[in-house]
């Protein structure tokens, strides 16, 4: 399978002031591209060149670090800059609303409940909002750059929201402060994309 | 932060206090040694009130001889944390910066330091005391915790290695350039082939800490040997869950906050400037005091 680095949907400073433009351009023009440059040269020569990153990551246990690593890199801020916008925020829409209020019975107590899965994340790491394999929804965390998708979690399934918790994806304006930096996250997220991601997971 | 400096400046003039804290050095390098090389000696251990960091100078049956080698051994460095880790966790006090903020400038710059102690440090100082108050753990000193960290929760795991890190991170800082003596190279030489391997080596662990973690010099409790590792997190090779346990001698924090202000993405030109400010005389005494344990109960 051919791996492309993805272009970002909106310029760097689109998502101020919630996220810096020097944070977004490092995060994406360092860190992100770093995760695929590596990812790549991890994988070239190997038969994890013809499979799909779904594939790689549900036998994950079986592959090297580096491919964990940055195939975990590539494909987590893939899906990450995806469900930000800078018209995002306020509350869901659609079907995955329904689902949360069903799920969660407010919005609010999902929020709750997400943002103790990304404070509470110790060290680097994502938060996350997936799709269970009986189309239930399930928040959880993973350390570094592991996913629900590989088979070394307790938390498995398709994630349609992510958030990243690494101090690199906000130290450079929120320092310490990882809980103002969760809170400014719901005023960018892209409902829409959400929603998309949703549809896509349901079986 | 004059106040901080000024302190320090009159504790080294303290004689007594100097005695009192070497003799607690000496009970905690030994019990540092049982609990490393014998879990059974350390059960024991913990039953003597001398464990519970209670006992006073006139009280101690330690001789006098001892302590004043392990005075000399100590003579020209801090003594830092070493002495505070007979305290039961919940009587410990926070970390006193033995420097002003600005102190490793350009190494590392004035903010990065003064959040990290104030609001990292700090923070992990602070969690541990909410983590343990209340539970047997705030009885047991830091070394008992982890000795047998797989028995308590993350909270008490997370936040008493992030402070004691920290504490180790900053003591074997300094803003006066340092270098090695002939005996640590010796021993570096011993251990790494030569100085540059070790650096190399060194390097390597602290850039392949995949996410946040801290890379370490320490020594091997059974061979006296110096090894290098890495640590995930806050975790530290003294802990009973580590890869490889040790004695910690260096320690170099590689989370993002430690680096992220001055240096980004570029970790690797953080552990470069790193060298320009590590406080070798610590590490050679943090050495020098295994070592004349060592020798004292061979």
Not at chain 2, 51 to 56: A, L, N, P, Q, V
Not at chain 2, 138 to 165: C, Y
Not at chain 2, 263 to 282: A, E, G
């Amino acid at each position: 399978m051919k791996f492309e680095f993805p272009e970002l949907p909106y310029a760097y400073d689109a998502l101020e002031p919630h996220i810096d433009k020097q944070t977004m351009e490092l995060h994406y023009t360092k860190h992100h591209k770093g995760y695929f440059d590596k990812f790549t040269a991890a994988i070239q020569g190997t038969e994890l060149e013809s499979k799909s990153l779904e594939e790689i990551f549900s036998n994950i246990s079986k592959a090297p670090a580096a491919v964990r690593n940055n195939g975990g890199g590539y494909y987590n801020h893939s899906l990450f800059w995806k469900v930000l916008s800078p018209n995002g925020g306020g509350d869901p829409t659609g079907p995955i609303a329904e689902a949360i209020n069903t799920q969660f019975n407010s919005f609010a107590e999902f929020q709750k409940k997400f943002d103790e899965a990304a404070a509470n994340r110790f060290g680097s790491g994502w938060a996350w909002l997936c799709v269970k394999k009986d189309n239930s929804l399930s928040i959880c965390s993973s350390p570094n750059q592991d996913n629900p998708l590989m088979d070394v979690h307790d938390c498995q399934g398709q994630p349609i929201l992510g958030l990243d918790v690494w101090e690199h994806a906000y130290y450079l304006k929120y320092q310490n402060r990882r809980p103002e930096y969760i809170s400014a996250f719901w005023k960018l997220v892209n409902w829409d994309q959400v929603n998309e991601n949703y549809k896509n997971a349901r079986r | 932060m004059s106040g901080l400096v000024a302190r320090h400046v009159s504790f080294n003039s303290n004689l007594k206090a100097i005695i009192m804290k070497t003799i607690k050095v000496l009970i905690v390098t030994i019990m540092c040694i049982l609990l490393v090389s014998s879990p059974e000696i350390m059960a024991q251990t913990e039953k003597k009130p001398v464990s519970k960091g209670k006992t006073s100078h006139s009280e101690t049956t330690k001789p006098k001889t001892s302590s004043q080698t392990v005075a000399s051994d100590l003579k020209g460095a801090k003594e830092g944390i070493w002495g505070e880790w007979m305290k039961p966790v919940g009587k410990l006090e926070f970390y006193t910066l033995p420097y002003p903020y600005d102190a490793l400038e350009p190494a590392i710059d004035k903010m990065t330091v003064e959040i990290h102690y104030e609001r990292h440090h700090r923070g992990y100082f602070d969690k541990m005391q909410k983590a343990v108050s209340g539970t047997d753990a705030a009885e047991k000193n830091l070394l008992e915790i982890f000795s047998n960290m797989d028995k308590f929760p993350d909270a008490v795991r997370n936040n008493s290695g992030g402070f004691f890190n920290h504490a180790l991170y900053w003591d074997n800082l300094t803003p006066k350039k340092q270098e090695p003596s002939r005996q640590m190279i010796e021993l570096i030489e011993k251990s790494f082939g030569n100085y540059d391997s070790f650096v190399k080596k060194f390097d390597e662990a602290a850039a392949n800490r995949f996410g946040s973690g801290w890379a370490w010099l320490a020594v091997d409790i059974k061979s006296g040997e110096l090894f290098i590792t890495s640590t995930a997190n806050q975790d530290n090779p003294l802990m009973s869950i580590a890869e490889r346990r040790g004695i910690p001698l260096l320690a170099l924090d590689v989370w993002e906050h430690a680096y992220y202000l001055k240096y980004q993405n570029k970790r690797t030109d953080y552990i470069n400037s790193f060298w320009s400010v590590v406080n070798w005389p610590v590490v050679e005494a943090r050495y020098n005091q295994f070592k004349s344990i060592m020798e004292k109960v061979k």
